[in-house]
C-alpha cells in the first residue's frame, strides 16, 4: 500500500514518533470523538497533546477522485490550516497527515495541536444568559468579518466548528476547526451573509451580529440585519423541513 505522510516542517523531529501513533491508531483507546463518519483520538508525545482525526472510508469511486482528481479531506484539512494560521486566523496548529492508497484513497488521518478551550459557539446559542453573551456575538461578528476580509468562504462555518478560549480580559479567540470544506475568494455582500447562516441565529443575536457586522463593513444596520435575517431564516427553514420529512417516512 502506498502511503503519503507528511509533517509541518515545524515538527520533523518528531516524524517517527507521530508515524507510530497513526500506525497504531486502532489500538489507542483515548477517543475525543467516536461519531460515524469520523473519529478523533488524543496522544502525548514529548508534554504535549496532539489530535488525530481518521476520516470516514471512502467508497470505490471517491476513492479513485481522491486520488487523481481532488485533495483528500486529510490533506485539505492541513493545508488549510497552514492557510488560516499564515492569515492570522485561529486553528489548531496543523502537524501533519497520512493518506494510505491502494488504487484509490484508502484511509485519511489529519494530526494537530490540541487545543484547550472553554466553550463552543453552541452554548451562545443554547442559552441566552449566557454570561457575557453579547460581547462574544460582537466579537464573533468581528471574527467573522476578519475571514471574509481575507477572502475565506468557510462553508461549514456552523457552530460547532468555532471553539471559543476565553482569555479572561474582556477579549474572546475564535477558533475554526473541520476545515476541508473551504474556498479562497472574494466575498460580495450577499455571500458574507449567506455565510453566516448556517450559525442557527436568534433574533437577538441577529441583532447583535449585524450592527457590528454593519459598523465594520459600512453597511446600514437595517439592510445587514435583513440580509443576515432572510439567509438564516432560509436556512433553518430548509433544515427543519428536512427533519419533518424524515420523521413522517419513519412513522410510516
Known amino acids: 500500500m502506498k502511503e503519503n505522510f507528511t509533517v509541518h516542517s515545524d515538527y520533523q523531529s518528531m516524524a517517527s514518533d507521530l508515524k507510530k501513533s497513526l500506525d497504531g491508531f486502532a489500538q489507542n483507546p483515548d477517543y475525543v470523538v467516536k461519531g460515524e463518519r469520523n473519529v478523533i483520538k488524543k496522544i502525548e508525545l514529548q508534554n504535549s497533546v496532539y489530535n488525530i482525526k481518521k476520516f470516514k472510508t471512502p467508497s470505490f469511486f471517491q476513492g479513485l477522485v481522491y486520488r487523481f482528481l481532488r485533495k483528500s479531506k486529510a490533506k485539505r484539512s492541513f493545508e488549510y490550516a497552514k492557510k488560516l494560521i499564515e492569515l492570522q486566523i485561529g486553528t489548531p496548529f496543523p502537524v501533519a497527515f497520512l493518506e494510505r492508497f491502494s488504487g484509490g484513497l484508502k484511509e485519511s488521518f489529519y494530526i494537530s495541536k490540541h487545543l484547550e478551550y472553554d466553550f463552543d459557539f453552541r452554548v451562545l446559542n443554547h442559552n441566552p444568559l449566557f454570561p457575557h453573551r453579547n460581547e462574544i456575538l460582537r466579537q464573533a461578528a468581528g471574527f467573522s468579518y476578519q475571514l471574509h476580509e481575507n477572502g475565506i468562504n468557510f462553508l461549514d462555518h ?28 472574494s466575498l460580495d455582500f450577499n455571500t458574507r451573509m449567506r455565510n453566516l447562516r448556517r450559525l442557527w441565529l436568534s433574533k437577538t443575536m441577529i441583532k447583535v451580529m449585524s450592527k457590528e457586522y454593519a459598523a465594520r463593513y459600512g453597511k446600514t444596520y437595517e439592510e445587514t440585519h435583513a440580509l443576515m435575517t432572510k439567509h438564516s431564516r432560509a436556512f433553518q427553514k430548509k433544515v427543519n423541513s428536512k427533519k419533518l420529512r424524515r420523521r413522517r417516512k419513519s412513522k410510516n
Do not use: A, C, H
Open 158 to 185: 456552523s457552530p460547532g466548528n468555532t471553539l471559543i478560549v476565553d482569555q479572561k480580559n474582556g477579549v474572546f479567540d475564535f477558533y475554526l476547526i473541520d476545515l476541508n470544506r473551504m474556498r479562497f475568494e
